[in-house]
């Protein structure tokens, strides 16, 4: 079973930071054979290059709002949306600039492109302020990290049936 955790966000924009930040601390863990951790940043195409590598789980991190309180941790299965249902007006709207593409739309083309894997998992974590300017999480998302590793460790463990994280 292969696993690529991929953390996205800006962390010059303070918390969209958090997957990132997820990421880099999963990076220095013992994880089991065929999981891999990627940073993806804010460049969708880049979590569209990974996925052509052929993987059986996703698990993306980033912030998400839901209205929720500030650093409440979420598990979401994204719907995402086929490409082949929605108008081409529609398509080049959503997909025009994949640069600085959403989760959502990076995941809309590597289902297009066929390479989007069979189960696709979010571990989002609500922002403080996802829109200021600046380095650092907001306090309220620091004790969100280790919530948010943990419950990406539990997906791992789920999918692959290894121990995850030590």
């Given at each position: 079973?292969?696993v690529l955790?991929?953390?996205?966000?800006?962390?010059?924009?303070?918390?969209?930071?958090?997957?990132?930040e997820?990421a880099?601390r999963?990076?220095?863990m013992?994880?089991p054979?065929?999981?891999?951790?990627?940073?993806?940043g804010i460049?969708?195409?880049a979590?569209v290059q990974?996925?052509?590598d052929?993987?059986?789980v996703l698990i993306v991190?980033d912030t998400?709002?839901?209205?929720?309180p500030?650093?409440?941790?979420?598990?979401?299965?994204p719907?995402?949306?086929d490409?082949?249902?929605i108008s081409?007006?529609?398509r080049?709207?959503?997909?025009?600039d994949m640069?600085l593409?959403?989760?959502?739309?990076?995941?809309m083309l590597?289902?297009?492109?066929?390479?989007?894997?069979?189960?696709v998992?979010?571990?989002g974590?609500?922002?403080?302020?996802?829109e200021?300017v600046?380095l650092g999480?907001?306090?309220?998302l620091?004790?969100?990290?280790?919530v948010a590793?943990?419950q990406?460790?539990?997906?791992v463990?789920?999918?692959?049936?290894q121990?995850?994280?030590d």
């Amino acid at each position: 079973m292969r696993v690529l955790i991929a953390g996205v966000g800006n962390v010059l924009r303070g918390d969209d930071g958090f997957g990132v930040e997820v990421a880099r601390r999963l990076e220095a863990m013992t994880l089991p054979a065929g999981v891999r951790v990627v940073e993806t940043g804010i460049g969708g195409i880049a979590l569209v290059q990974e996925l052509q590598d052929g993987w059986d789980v996703l698990i993306v991190v980033d912030t998400v709002d839901r209205g929720r309180p500030p650093g409440t941790v979420l598990v979401i299965e994204p719907d995402v949306v086929d490409v082949a249902a929605i108008s081409w007006s529609e398509r080049h709207d959503l997909l025009a600039d994949m640069h600085l593409a959403t989760p959502e739309r990076a995941l809309m083309l590597a289902r297009a492109l066929g390479v989007l894997p069979p189960v696709v998992r979010l571990v989002g974590c609500q922002p403080y302020d996802a829109e200021r300017v600046g380095l650092g999480l907001d306090p309220s998302l620091v004790g969100a990290l280790d919530v948010a590793i943990r419950q990406v460790l539990d997906e791992v463990e789920q999918f692959t049936g290894q121990h995850a994280g030590d």
